[in-house]
């Protein structure tokens, strides 16, 4: 057959040349994609002949030479096929009594925008650093005990290898330092921490850590441009448990990550040589502590998500598979309402109200009457009785505990390092952690819960990385490790409740530390609005608010009663005569998996109510499983027309529900096109409106469903996908 000579052959060629790729990426990316193929990709260690380990899972591999020190000298995005690593950098540094020390690392790379391994032979370690004497496998275990009380959607522990690099410095006897590499099966995940064991005779003072330090391949070259404008690489998502700010968003609460320059690096293009390349991990205010003989110390554990794409939904995906392996009991998500309480009848009517609705769980919200700082005798007996009423019933039960943004008394708040008196906290004035009140809070709170069985703390304002100058008070010595210590103090109670399966929301991003769940995000005094513009910004908070967050990770926000002022169309009661507004509200986050706080006395007033709370509940727990699994955005609420989302799970029965809204006050009929090809479906689909029966519908090359839909005005529909 001829060609078409309409058109020149090299545009034809060309053609043909595009076609093939787009057909060759949708083949790999249908069998061959990790966030959805299932397949197992687990993690090995491997020694070669010429001095080199290797740690690798398909996915991303890292590699060390072992010299005449160790050095790490690849770091490999095997997705792409990217080296990430440009140039050799010592593995840490640490300072240790006043004195800066590497730890690993080779020297006499000259050129550092690339590596090559034939430079090795040529490269030395140096004897002022931490040396290298052995590596240890092993496998990944959590870092502390953790026991699940409430509904979870976690399945199985993650798993993968373990391998300890130990060194040692003859300035320091008996001392050992070792790194912690963890890399995980089925994930493009490393994670890195230092720790020390003082086995010697004299204390060290642990100035400060570095625990990783990665000299990366730049995002942008830019030829002017200072290091905190330019962008940073994409291809490295880096999180750590250092985290705080009351920001409830990863990367805003982050305090321990840092990226600068490289002076060493003058072949870039940057002329002031200050392109964001090196990325460290390091707590800006030190650490400040002193390590005794017999004591251990761990640092800051970092972790990397190596990114394959820019795609935002799709990097979302792996930073919430990322928290589905490292933090698996943020999948819990019980059923819970907040009583407001004055009395304990009040409590008492709350239980039996969710035991006839179906919900799990009962928090006595702030403002109401309980004070888990009182342990008297008569106070620990009163909710006692509760707890053990509630749990008669099935029913768990928790309290509010307030912390942070309160002030105690100038010998237990906060010493500002300016002015020597109270003041200068995050939140103003504010009790310090490590002081004597601060220590007694602590044990008062472990106490109630042990005596009491209470399961559930919400703990309002937790150490937000407020630093303390006080030199009197027993849990810190001063300003230099006042942050450090009130950090690990804050991190050991959650621990031990995570350890009692006690179910913690916390307003900071302490998730790697043990904590369940966290704001989604939003400005109180906007529910003090209208029920009208409630609905669409909770929508809007939803969707904004699960992009890095598995749905169990986020609560919202439901005012039964006022909350923050607002008149009467901007609470539900009396429930009954806003029937319509509570359904769709409870749809709308029932629907996203997310838990919202409904505060108030009740749940139901009338019959009718009750009726309609019992089918939402009994509809989310139909469909639990794909409800919590992970949300893909659909459109975002802006009042004009439909928006939604998409839950998504290509392991599970059902491989969809979709979420769809209408903020308008007429019908809304639309063929809508829906992105299946993160539920692993690529070519047909069986589709259930409102659980009417089943409907065979064919999909598109790119996995997309179009689909006819009703929306009925100021209301919503509802679609389940096999």
């Known amino acids: 057959m001829m060609p078409n000579l309409k058109?020149?052959?090299?545009?034809?060629?060309?053609?043909?040349?595009?076609?093939?790729?787009?057909?060759?990426?949708?083949?790999?990316?249908?069998?061959?994609?990790?966030?959805?193929?299932?397949?197992?990709?687990?993690?090995?260690?491997?020694?070669?002949?010429?001095?080199?380990?290797?740690?690798?899972?398909?996915?991303?591999?890292?590699?060390?030479?072992?010299?005449?020190?160790?050095?790490?000298?690849?770091?490999?995005?095997?997705?792409?096929?990217?080296?990430?690593?440009?140039?050799?950098?010592?593995?840490?540094?640490?300072?240790?009594?006043?004195?800066?020390?590497?730890?690993?690392?080779?020297?006499?790379?000259?050129?550092?925008?690339?590596?090559?391994?034939?430079?090795?032979?040529?490269?030395?370690?140096?004897?002022?650093?931490?040396?290298?004497?052995?590596?240890?496998?092993?496998?990944?275990?959590?870092?502390?005990?953790?026991?699940?009380?409430?509904?979870?959607?976690?399945?199985?522990?993650?798993?993968?290898?373990?391998?300890?690099?130990?060194?040692?410095?003859?300035?320091?006897?008996?001392?050992?330092?070792?790194?912690?590499?963890?890399?995980?099966?089925?994930?493009?995940?490393?994670?890195?921490?230092?720790?020390?064991?003082?086995?010697?005779?004299?204390?060290?003072?642990?100035?400060?850590?570095?625990?990783?330090?990665?000299?990366?391949?730049?995002?942008?070259?830019?030829?002017?441009?200072?290091?905190?404008?330019?962008?940073?690489?994409?291809?490295?998502?880096?999180?750590?448990?250092?985290?705080?700010?009351?920001?409830?968003?990863?990367?805003?609460?982050?305090?321990?990550?840092?990226?600068?320059?490289?002076?060493?690096?003058?072949?870039?293009?940057?002329?002031?040589?200050?392109?964001?390349?090196?990325?460290?991990?390091?707590?800006?205010?030190?650490?400040?502590?002193?390590?005794?003989?017999?004591?251990?110390?761990?640092?800051?554990?970092?972790?990397?998500?190596?990114?394959?794409?820019?795609?935002?939904e799709r990097n979302g995906l792996a930073r919430r598979k990322m928290y589905r392996a490292l933090a698996p009991w943020v999948l819990q998500n019980p059923i819970f309402m907040h009583v407001v309480s004055k009395t304990d009848e009040e409590v008492i009517n709350a239980i039996d109200q969710c035991v006839a609705t179906g919900y799990e769980a009962l928090i006595l919200s702030f403002g109401s009457h309980i004070n888990m700082e009182d342990t008297s005798e008569e106070n620990?007996?009163?909710?006692?009785?509760?707890?053990?009423?509630?749990?008669?019933?099935?029913?768990?039960?928790?309290?509010?505990?307030?912390?942070?943004?309160?002030?105690?008394?100038?010998e237990h708040d906060v010493i500002s390092r300016l002015t020597g008196k109270p003041g200068g906290a995050f939140f103003g004035n504010a009790p310090c952690l490590a002081s004597q009140w601060g220590l007694d809070y602590l044990d008062k709170l472990k106490y109630f819960f042990e005596k009491t069985g209470f399961d559930i703390f919400e703990n309002d304002g937790p150490y937000p990385g407020d630093v303390c100058a006080s030199t009197s008070h027993p849990g810190h010595e001063g300003l230099h490790d006042s942050q450090w210590v009130q950090f690990q103090l804050q991190k050991e109670l959650y621990q031990w409740m995570n350890a009692r399966g006690i179910y913690i929301n916390a307003p900071d991003w302490y998730f790697l530390d043990g904590t369940h769940k966290i704001a989604l995000g939003y400005r109180e005094v906007n529910f003090s609005l209208p029920r009208e513009q409630q609905k669409i910004l909770n929508r809007q908070n939803i969707f904004d608010g699960t992009w890095e967050k598995t749905p169990s990770m986020g609560w919202g926000f439901v005012p039964l009663t006022a909350y923050h002022g607002g008149g009467k169309d901007a609470v539900l009661e009396p429930l009954s005569e806003?029937?319509?507004?509570?359904?769709?509200?409870?749809?709308?986050?029932?629907?996203?998996?997310?838990?919202?706080?409904?505060?108030?006395?009740?749940?139901?007033?009338?019959?009718?109510?009750?009726?309609?709370?019992?089918?939402?509940?009994?509809?989310?727990?139909?469909?639990r499983d794909i409800l919590n699994a992970d949300i893909i955005r659909l459109r975002r609420a802006d009042g004009r027309d439909w928006d939604g989302w998409m839950h998504v799970d290509p392991k599970g029965k059902e491989k969809a529900l979709v979420m769809l809204f209408n903020p308008t006050d007429r019908k809304l009929e639309k063929n809508l096109t829906i992105p299946l090809y993160y539920t692993g479906l690529h070519t047909k689909a069986e589709v259930s409106v409102e659980g009417k029966g089943f409907k065979n519908y064919p999909l598109n090359k790119k996995s997309e469903l179009s689909i006819e839909v009703n929306i009925p005005p100021d209301g919503y529909t509802w679609l389940v996908i096999e």
């Open 7 to 312: 058109y020149p052959i090299y545009l034809i060629f060309i053609s043909f040349l595009v076609t093939l790729t787009q057909s060759c990426n949708t083949v790999k990316h249908e069998t061959e994609d990790w966030l959805i193929d299932g397949k197992l990709r687990k993690s090995e260690v491997r020694i070669t002949d010429n001095q080199e380990i290797q740690i690798s899972n398909g996915l991303i591999q890292r590699t060390f030479f072992i010299g005449t020190n160790l050095a790490c000298t690849d770091f490999t995005n095997l997705m792409t096929e990217t080296q990430m690593l440009r140039t050799v950098m010592p593995e840490a540094s640490i300072t240790l009594n006043g004195k800066t020390y590497n730890v690993g690392g080779l020297y006499g790379q000259k050129e550092r925008a690339y590596f090559k391994k034939e430079w090795l032979k040529d490269m030395q370690g140096s004897s002022d650093d931490f040396q290298y004497q052995s590596m240890v496998q092993s496998e990944i275990t959590f870092h502390f005990p953790t026991n699940t009380n409430f509904w979870t959607s976690h399945k199985k522990d993650a798993s993968g290898k373990k391998v300890t690099f130990n060194y040692a410095h003859p300035a320091f006897r008996g001392l050992t330092l070792s790194i912690h590499y963890e890399i995980f099966d089925n994930l493009p995940l490393i994670g890195k921490y230092l720790t020390l064991e003082n086995n010697g005779a004299s204390p060290v003072e642990i100035n400060q850590v570095v625990n990783e330090i990665l000299a990366v391949v730049e995002e942008e070259s830019a030829v002017v441009g200072s290091t905190d404008k330019m962008k940073k690489p994409h291809h490295l998502y880096v999180e750590n448990n250092f985290a705080f700010n009351n920001a409830m968003h990863a990367e805003l609460s982050s305090q321990a990550t840092h990226w600068k320059a490289d002076p060493f690096y003058t072949s870039q293009v940057n002329y002031d040589l200050l392109t964001p390349s090196i990325m460290k991990v390091y707590p800006d205010e030190g650490v400040g502590i002193k390590l005794n003989p017999g004591e251990n110390f761990k640092s800051i554990r970092t972790y990397e998500l190596v990114l394959d794409s820019y795609d935002r």
């Open 380 to 410: 620990i007996k009163r909710w006692k009785a509760l707890a053990d009423y509630a749990h008669e019933k099935g029913v768990k039960i928790g309290g509010y505990s307030l912390f942070s943004s309160r002030t105690i008394s100038p």
């Open 578 to 623: 806003h029937l319509e507004d509570y359904k769709q509200l409870m749809m709308q986050y029932y629907g996203a998996g997310v838990q919202a706080c409904y505060r108030g006395p009740r749940l139901y007033d009338t019959e009718e109510t009750k009726e309609m709370v019992v089918s939402v509940i009994e509809w989310y727990k139909k469909y």
